[in-house]
């Protein structure tokens, strides 16, 4: 069979090269199950890859943006945005009055001028669109372009002085980062036209904290936020909290906190599966949630808690239980320097004994 093609993720923590060792090691168990919940989704990898298996995939993810991301990508079958459209969407259409919300509040922080202002046209043109899907894909090219125009692709610290200043050495994209948005939506066009497609199951993705999603699923992927042992850890919301705000713009004003240098965004700020200490509390209640489904736990050793004790509660509710190692290997991660230190665990439980 041929290599599986993925969308090019640039999410903190996405498993997409390693998905398909993922999904051969839960295959190798020959586990049986028609349906998966992706309950922490992020940019849809493991719910994208298990569309293209011809499972029914409900993505939930608590973040608007990332929802909205896994709507156009496990929900919708085509691409009905074309490059033209989209490129027309960074002009003030006649008459429509806009706000200039990033122009006023993030000057200096993440983007250039200009591109503040394209932003705030962009999104509100974006906004008004009465088709779902070009809605939606517009969503995509915009949260994607203004990702990978930020130096680690994060939002958490205000370092558009570290993109306009950098002159070259181990790290940076310079050339991407000043690519304008017209010249990025042609690329993530090109990837919607490629990755939507239909599989002849009723996907959804649903927008929802891990542990207030209600949804049923012969299989549950838990993929956490990583804790390391060094005590060093900033949350999902302050890596994202710019697209989370985009994805909720008319709010963005009134829920900025001033006494952040990068002015965060707290929309949907929560401190769920946010705290080292309350971690293994939280997992249990998660997996008490789907305790008649398959659980498929995926974490990296050298982390808090432990893989030890991540079994440990897991075989509590389920009988079978294995622990399985993807070596990271030639895997690893941009921002880690001991990469050949860590391996990727799967914590797989069923209310089954599993044959070894």
């Given amino acids: ?36 919940l992706d309950v922490f989704g992020g940019t849809a990898i493991f719910s ?16 608007t943006f990332n929802t909205l991301i896994g709507r156009k990508l496990i929900e919708h079958t085509s691409n009905e945005l074309t490059y033209d459209h989209a490129v027309d969407l960074l002009q003030p259409v006649a008459d429509r009055i806009y706000l200039n919300t990033i122009q006023e509040n993030f000057e200096g ?14 999104i509100q043109n974006a906004n008004a669109l009465e088709n779902e899907n070009q809605r939606l894909s517009a969503y995509y090219l915009l949260f994607q372009s203004c990702i990978i125009k930020r130096p680690y692709n994060l939002f958490h610290r205000n370092n558009l002085s570290m ?16 690519r ?15 990755f939507t497609f239909e599989n002849g199951q009723p996907n959804r993705a649903v927008n929802s904290s891990a542990l207030n999603c209600n949804e049923i699923a012969d299989l549950i992927y838990i993929d956490p936020p990583y804790f390391n042992s060094k005590g060093h850890h900033t949350t999902y919301h302050s890596k994202y909290h710019f697209l989370e705000g985009l994805a909720n713009y008319g709010e963005i004003a009134n829920h900025i906190n001033p006494d952040k240098n990068n002015r965060e965004i707290v929309i949907n700020k929560s401190e769920e599966f946010e705290r080292p200490a309350r971690f293994l509390q939280e997992l249990e209640q998660l997996i008490l949630n789907h305790v008649n489904s398959i659980i498929v736990i995926s974490y990296r050793n050298n982390g808090v808690p432990s893989i030890q004790e991540i079994s440990d509660l897991l075989i509590v509710c389920k009988p079978g239980c294995q622990i399985h190692t993807i070596d990271l290997g030639m895997y690893g991660y941009a921002l880690n320097k001991t990469n050949k230190l860590n391996n990727e665990f799967l914590i797989i439980g069923t209310n089954d004994p599993l044959v070894a």
């Fill in 1 to 36: 069979m041929s290599k599986i093609k993925l969308p090019v993720t640039r999410y903190y923590g996405s498993k997409r090269k390693l998905v398909e060792r993922i999904w051969n090691e839960i295959e190798n168990l020959g586990l049986e199950f028609n349906s998966v």
């Fill in 163 to 178: 993109r306009l200043n950098y002159s070259g050495g181990n790290f940076g994209n310079k050339k991407t980062w000043e």
């Fill in 48 to 63: 994208y890859y298990s569309k293209v298996k011809g499972k029914t995939v409900i993505y939930n993810d608590i973040f």
């Fill in 180 to 194: 304008p948005f017209e010249e990025l939506f042609s690329r993530f066009i090109k990837e919607l036209d490629e």
């Fill in 109 to 122: 922080i993440y983007f250039t001028n200009e591109e503040n202002a394209q932003i705030d046209i962009f």
